[in-house]
């Protein structure tokens, strides 16, 4: 019976009756733990949409284009690059996972960390470079371009840091995440009966980068031409 | 034939008399147990707990409200009192008490499953419950937060000088809370039953137990960005929603909205499902129009997700987006109308029996009449400008949040009382406590509506002399309310101690929780049951059990 050696697997929790049920319902898990992130970028993604508009105050829409302009669009580029070589990294990770390569598996994984922190790294250096601009939103918050787009420009850096804030707190989640998946993948947990906890953590970082995807557009390419 | 074979190979047979309550002793045991039915009685221990909390401050708002001048109270301490009030009570009672207790103990238990999908998430769930509460606890000591349960900006971000950061993160970290109880409920429901069980032959519990998961899923998260916003505004100082920032201040109520009216299904929807339970198993018949109900519960989680923004009818919004809103809030009657005439269809020749359980369940059915019915009033756009931000409000969702949500969830605790502990309760009193409630309810609620039609407003210390009597009325009614809810609190008590020890299935009824033990072991089932009935069949059920003696 080819059910038995699943039953009998160190990896099989209590409550489950074999791992194929246990695979099923960690990887709903997660895809329902998707669908309730999406919900929690949701409102930060709706109220951009909200103030980029200009329907409350027309004048939003040439603070956010104007605001855009101090981006960094090199480094934001850097980083989409980084985050989709980490997509790929992750994805090769489960496929070496499913046929029983340990080292290349390893590797793969180290790699999608080094992303990982990468990413979080040229992000510090962009927030450095925004604090020393006063771009920082509150008190502190100092606006060189025309006077009537500062209150725009200034909510385009709230959003901006709500919402790369939020990410990059996501990404951290995520390097944890790998991180315990990488000691399990050099203890020989995984095998290909047995992977399911790097697909599942997978899902979350393919998210994560997605959610990337839309911020860079967003935040940084409004309007690239018009800067002069 | 091999889930049997297995099972009996995995798990040792238990011993006559090993449940999972003496299955482990000590503290510990109780604060690292993974196990569903452990974590539900803590979650029971918790809420109850806070459920007095918030009690407390009712009673002391009803004590002010004696009289029409503030002597008791000076305004800025009545804030507080209703802000906690309502803090406490909805974050940290109404939204976890049916599905983190009773959906907690027995949707594993109805589904034939030894537990939830992911019982350490389940664990971590009331953990975070906790924290969240703790937090609110510290805040009262602090001097407590005074911008109503609602926290309407930009009076919560910019003016008011109360603690509202850690009540909004303390609401943050609760709301995490019942995402992961969410999470774990779908994903047990679609990927643990036991063999048999197709969707249709569920427990109608089950699908309003999924409905309320989805919402939590898809509104929670909602919530909680908009809290963590007004604690960045408030930090930072910036303007999201402080309109002399340049900031929106609707928008931060369409977001809270786009949870909070959801959040009554949260609550509405698990209750509805204990009574769906407690009238099958009172009136010894089929759920009439089964289909119905199931997907009802389904079309509410559905369409709460479309009436946010009934609650915005006077706060600026276009005159055509309230007609819609207006609309879409009288089409949620149409499912619930269902539900109703669908109860009262399966009492129509059923036996019906007046357990207490049953008792608790038709005081919901006539609660939830009034309450529903002046929904209808208020989703009326001339009404609603009427009676908005009056006492017509306030009676209007205490029916529905308060009168309905707690009747079901007492009818749920004496349903599954002798499942949980393995002891009966005194009927008498039980019945008694039934009445009180009932009684008690009424009459502090019902005036609340007569109140808010003459114009009272909500939310002040003090009021024209003319509404006197009504305010008596209705904190005389509060009292034996009070004592209404004290009762059950002691006499369960009493009862795990001295009440006589209950069958496996005490009150004949159907459902696989009765098909085990009462208290059930950790492993719930000693063998995996294969469900061949349809749900609420008992006479098939029992003909089953015959087999299997
Ligand atoms: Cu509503």
């Known amino acids: 019976m080819s059910e038995h050696a699943d039953t009998a697997h160190p990896a099989l929790r209590h409550h489950f009756d074999d791992l194929n049920q246990q695979h099923a319902a960690g990887t709903l898990g997660m895809w329902f733990f998707l669908v309730t992130e999406i919900l929690f970028f949701g409102p930060l993604f709706f109220t951009y949409a909200l103030f980029r508009s200009g329907s409350l105050d027309p004048s939003f829409q040439n603070a956010f284009i104007a605001a855009s302009h101090h981006q960094n669009i090199t480094l934001g580029l850097t980083n989409t690059i980084v985050l989709i070589a980490s997509s790929l990294t992750v994805a090769l990770g489960v496929y070496f996972a499913q046929t029983n390569k340990k080292k290349p598996l390893v590797l793969m994984l180290v790699l999608t960390l080094l992303c990982g922190v990468a990413f979080l790294v040229i992000k510090g250096i962009e927030y450095n470079q925004h604090f020393a601009h006063h771009l920082f939103p509150g008190q502190g918050f100092h606006w060189d371009g025309a006077p009537e787009l500062a209150r725009g420009g200034q909510m385009f850096y709230i959003l901006y840091f709500c919402m790369t804030g939020l990410h990059a707190f996501h990404m951290v989640i995520g390097i944890g995440i790998f991180i315990y998946i990488l000691m399990r993948a050099m203890r020989n947990d995984f095998s290909s009966d047995y992977y399911v906890p790097i697909e599942v953590s997978g899902l979350y970082w393919h998210f994560v980068d997605i959610v990337w995807i839309f911020l860079f557009p967003m935040l940084y390419l409004i309007d690239p031409a018009s800067k002069h | 034939m091999t889930t049997d074979a297995i099972d009996s190979a995995q798990t040792p047979r238990h011993e006559e008399g090993t449940n999972y309550i003496n299955a482990e002793y000590g503290l510990l045991s109780w604060l690292f147990t993974i196990d569903h039915k452990r974590i539900a009685i803590l979650y029971m221990i918790s809420v109850t707990a806070l459920f007095f909390v918030g009690g407390i401050f009712a009673l002391l708002l009803r004590l002010e409200l004696m009289t029409p001048q503030g002597d008791l109270f000076t305004s800025d301490t009545y804030n507080k009192l209703f802000t906690l009030h309502g803090v406490v009570m909805i974050f940290f009672f109404l939204i976890p008490a049916v599905p983190s207790v009773l959906g907690n103990f027995i949707l594993p238990l109805q589904l034939g499953a030894r537990d939830l999908a992911f019982p350490k998430i389940n664990l971590l769930s009331w953990y975070l419950y906790v924290i969240g509460a703790l937090m609110g606890v510290v805040v009262m000591l602090l001097g407590g937060v005074d911008t109503g349960w609602t926290f309407y900006t930009p009076f919560s971000t910019t003016y008011s ?116 339970e407690v009238i099958a198993c009172f009136s010894r018949r089929k759920i009439f129009g089964y289909k119905f109900v199931a997907f009802s519960s389904l079309a509410i989680a559905f369409l709460g997700f479309l009436i946010w923004a009934h609650h915005l009818f006077v706060a600026g919004i276009s005159v055509y987006s309230a007609m819609i809103f207006s609309f879409l809030t009288m089409f949620v009657a149409v499912p619930s109308a269902i539900k109703t005439f669908n109860w009262t269809s399966t009492l129509y020749k059923g036996s019906v029996s007046y357990e207490a359980p049953m008792l608790y369940a038709l005081g919901f ?49 004496h349903y599954w009382w002798p499942k949980m502990t393995g002891r009966m309760y005194p009927e008498w009193w039980a019945r008694l406590a039934a009445l009180l409630v009932f009684v008690g309810f009424n009459l502090t609620f019902f005036p609340q509506f007569l109140l808010g039609y003459l114009g009272m407003p909500r939310r002040y210390h003090a009021y024209v002399p003319e509404f006197q009597v009504l305010n008596v009325m209705s904190t005389a009614g509060a009292t034996i309310l009070g004592a209404g809810y004290l009762l059950p609190l002691i006499y369960f008590v009493w009862a795990l101690k ?30 995996t049951p294969t469900v061949t009935w349809e749900a609420y069949d008992e006479k098939a059920w029992l003909k089953e059990a015959e087999k299997n003696v």
Do not use: C
């Open chain 2, 161 to 276: 000088n109360t603690w509202v950061v850690p009540t909004v993160l303390a609401g943050f970290i609760a709301g995490f809370s019942s995402i992961l109880t969410g999470l774990n409920f779908i994903v047990t429901i679609h990927k643990m039953r036991a063999p048999g069980l197709t969707w249709f032959r569920l427990p109608l519990m089950v699908w309003a137990l999924y409905g309320t998961s989805l919402i939590q899923l898809l509104a929670t998260p909602v919530l909680g960005i908009a809290l963590l916003l007004i604690a960045v505004e408030r930090l930072w100082q910036v303007g999201i929603f402080n309109p002399a920032l340049g900031g929106d201040p609707i928008l931060f109520q369409h977001l809270f909205w786009f949870y909070s009216h959801p959040a009554v299904y949260i609550m509405i929807l698990p209750a509805m499902g204990v009574i769906s």
């Open chain 2, 365 to 413: 059915i006539g609660m939830f009449l009034i309450g529903g019915l002046t929904g209808l009033f208020l989703a009326t756009l001339g009404i609603d400008i009427h009676v908005h931000d009056t006492y017509f409000v306030v009676a209007h969702f205490h029916y529905v949040m308060v009168g309905s949500v707690i009747m079901a969830y007492f009818a749920g605790i």
């Open chain 2, 498 to 527: 001295y009440a006589p020890r209950a069958s496996a299935n005490p009150w004949g009824a159907s459902g696989l929780e009765w098909h085990t033990p009462s208290p059930p072991t950790t492993h719930n089932f000693e063998d």
